[in-house]
């Protein structure tokens, strides 16, 4: 059955999160978006496990999963679906910032810009590092911060390429 695509583009919950539109979702991005790319679907899941784990917290979950569908602004917003009371995605309109992202939180406002930074020989690069360090996870995590300091550009590549040599000669 094919999904009706703007169920998951305004959508504001307001209730507990509802298993049908969960699972319309998960097959929305794993049949209808990303079927020949399955290591995209993986990051994905790998990204909900972490935030269900409470390794990452609602605001890493959002700018994780903003990142990972950068290029599909229905799957940015249909992600509201998973969020907590009082969080908001809204997917900029504006075709001059199109990966301008408002997160509302009960903290606030945020602007996230998101791009086209992970391709999917990064997202199996990412696999790689998390199936390394699977029964490690704070490697894993640290790694990440890693790459989000030199994506926000407070580390340059000779710095990431320091702390990752470090973070995996010590582990």
């Known amino acids: 059955m094919p999904l009706d695509r703007s169920q998951f583009f305004f959508q504001q919950k307001t209730s507990p ?10 097959d929305a991005v794993k049949y209808q978006y990303f079927q020949n790319q399955p290591e995209v679907y993986n990051h994905f899941l790998d ?16 700018q994780r ?10 799957l940015i917003q249909g992600f509201n679906i998973f969020l907590p009371l009082g969080y908001r995605i809204n997917v900029s309109n504006n075709l001059a910032e199109p990966h301008t992202i408002t997160v509302t939180t009960p903290m606030g406002t945020d602007i996230l810009t998101t791009s086209p930074g992970y391709d999917s020989t990064a997202l199996s690069y990412l696999g790689a590092v998390k199936n390394q ?17 030199f ?14 040599s470090q973070l995996f000669l010590g582990s």
Do not use: C, W
Not at 17 to 26: M, Q, R
Not at 47 to 62: A, E, H, L, N, R
Not at 133 to 148: A, G, R, S, W
């Open 17 to 26: 999160l509802d298993i049908t539109d969960a699972l319309s979702y998960l």
């Open 47 to 62: 990204i909900i496990k972490d935030f269900k784990s409470q390794v990452i917290d609602t605001p890493g979950v959002i």
């Open 65 to 74: 999963v903003s990142q990972l569908f950068h290029r599909n602004r229905i």
């Open 133 to 149: 360090f699977q029964n490690q996870p704070e490697v894993y995590n640290h790694f990440l911060d890693i790459m989000k300091d």
């Open 151 to 164: 994506k926000s550009q407070v580390i340059d590549t000779p710095g990431v390429i320091q702390r990752v």
